[in-house]
């Protein structure tokens, strides 16, 4: 069932120009009770947990360190930097939004690195309460709804501030949350700024496995977790699945064409896998998520736009 909302989402996104990540949100919350009760139950808990994580590990299959290293130390160091600091923001202003730790790592941490696939992978790791699921979904959409926002909007910024080709894919890959936004963001531009902001992504992407290391020694060291519940390991087995992936590829060992197929089933698994989120969601405890969150994740997002427009100007 999980799978048939997820090529329902595809067919729709491919129909009507909508996120499919969005849409098979969407249409799984829309018949959220075939992972409530009855037999479809477990499948719908597989997809939500086993796919999602074979997904973000087949994601270590587009990376290529060699091909990032083409964009020069200065631009890799404000990239990386940008996702740092957008995450630390995120941790030093939630209580002031009155949210805790947990809620502004998933945000800032999905909006840094690479939406939705990044806010999957690092629910993964971080100790479950009652809230888990609901704190997961109200991320997924909203950087979703975001991504669209600044895919729309971004490249519109790009020349009213009159950045050049370089200079505009610097700034849509290091801002724009979800790869397929960063792509189609790019290229409405020219197909050198395309280029540009998918290696920028990437480099993104790839820090998703340091992140998620360093949040899981840290959650081992200092988080409260509730009774019973076991630390989460020091690196998960899907982040090494991603970084050996990543590896093989940038030392050229795997071959294109099965670069492509897992390029392919990370995405089909990854929307599968926010469909069977969205069918364990209850939308009525969604709504209970507030305002105060979707303004924590506005801000997360605007800051990380002005930090990388600061630094591509202070690198010209």
């Known amino acids: 069932m999980a799978v048939i909302v997820a090529i329902t989402a595809k067919f729709l996104a491919e129909h009507y120009g909508t996120p499919a990540m969005l849409l098979a949100l969407l249409l799984g919350i829309a018949v959220n009770f075939l992972g409530q009760e009855g037999r479809t139950v477990p499948g719908v808990a597989f997809g939500a ?3 999602l994580r074979l997904g973000v ?3 270590g299959a587009r990376i290529s360190f060699d091909l990032m290293m083409g964009l020069g130390p200065s631009v890799i160091l404000l990239v990386v930097a940008g996702v740092v600091a957008t995450i630390a923001f995120g941790l030093a202003v939630s209580r002031f939004f009155g949210h805790a730790w947990r809620f502004a790592f998933l945000t800032a941490g999905s909006v840094a690195i ?3 696939s990044a806010a ?3 629910s993964a790791i971080l100790p479950r309460d009652e809230r888990s699921e609901e704190r997961l979904i109200f991320t997924v959409m909203g950087v979703t709804i975001l991504s669209t926002l600044a895919m729309i909007l971004y490249p519109i910024a790009v020349s009213a501030l009159d950045l ?3 200079q505009g894919g610097i700034f849509l890959g290091g801002t724009i949350h979800d790869v397929a936004q960063v792509v189609g963001a790019g290229f409405t531009i020219s197909e050198t700024t395309g280029d540009t902001a998918t290696l920028v992504k990437l480099i993104r992407v790839a820090m998703l496995a340091p992140v998620v290391l360093v949040a899981s020694l840290l959650i081992r ?6 009774s019973g519940e076991n630390s989460p390991p020091i690196l998960p087995g899907f982040v090494i699945g991603f970084l050996v992936l990543a590896c093989l590829n940038t030392l050229h060992l795997v071959p294109a064409f099965v670069v492509d197929i897992l390029s392919t089933a990370s995405r089909w698994l990854l929307l599968t896998a926010i469909a069977a989120v969205g069918m364990k969601t209850d939308i009525r405890q969604l709504l209970k998520v507030g305002g105060a969150a979707i303004a924590l994740l506005s801000f ?3 800051f990380i736009a002005l930090f990388i427009l600061a630094g591509i100007k202070l690198l010209s």
Request: charged letters at 15%; glycine letters at 4%.
């Open 164 to 166: 050049s080709e370089v």
């Open 114 to 116: 690479c939406g939705a």
């Open 49 to 51: 947990r086993s796919l």
């Open 221 to 226: 060291r200092f988080a409260t977790l509730p």
């Open 57 to 59: 590990a087949f994601l």
């Open 300 to 302: 997360e997002t605007l």
């Open 120 to 122: 999957m992978a690092i």
